[in-house]
Nanobody, 119 residues
Framework: QVQLVESGGGLVQAGGSLRLSCASSGRTSSTYAMGWFRRAPGKEREFVSAITWGAGIINYADSVKGRFTISRDGPKIAVYLQMNSLKPEDTAVYYC????????????WGQGTQVTVSS
C-alpha cells in the first residue's frame, strides 16, 4: 500500500510563492505518473499538473501555466510543485496523487494541504 503525504501549504499574500512537496511511502508495482490536483471551496476537484516517471512528460492546467513548476525525485518517489505569482483564485486544498499505469486512474491520493492566498 502506498501512502502520500503533502506538505508546504500555508497562507501567502497575492504575488507570493509556495513550494509543495509530496513524499510517498510503501510499495507500489510501478509509478507511471504523479500529479497535483486542487479543490477550491464550493468547486469540483481540478487537475493542476502532472509528470510522468519514465519520460518526464509534464502537463499543466492553463490556469497555472507559466506560474507553477512541477518536478520529481525519482528514487524517492516524490513530487514537488513550485508555485509563483500566486493569486487569490489559487486558494484551495492541494492533493498529490500517484498513477501506476497509463490507462488507469490515479490510484493513490494524499490527504491534502491547504493553500490560502490573500489579496
Amino acid at each position: 500500500q502506498v501512502q502520500l503525504v503533502e506538505s508546504g501549504g500555508g497562507l501567502v499574500q497575492a504575488g507570493g510563492s509556495l513550494r509543495l512537496s509530496c513524499a510517498s511511502s510503501g510499495r507500489t508495482s510501478s509509478t507511471y505518473a504523479m500529479g497535483w490536483f486542487r479543490r477550491a471551496p464550493g468547486k469540483e476537484r481540478e487537475f493542476v499538473s502532472a509528470i510522468t516517471w519514465g519520460a518526464g512528460i509534464i502537463n499543466y492546467a492553463d490556469s497555472v501555466k507559466g506560474r507553477f513548476t512541477i518536478s520529481r525525485d525519482g528514487p524517492k518517489i516524490a513530487v514537488y510543485l513550485q508555485m509563483n505569482s500566486l493569486k487569490p483564485e489559487d486558494t484551495a486544498v492541494y492533493y498529490c496523487a500517484l498513477r501506476t499505469s497509463l490507462s488507469g486512474p490515479y490510484n493513490y491520493w494524499g490527504q491534502g494541504t491547504q493553500v490560502t492566498v490573500s489579496s
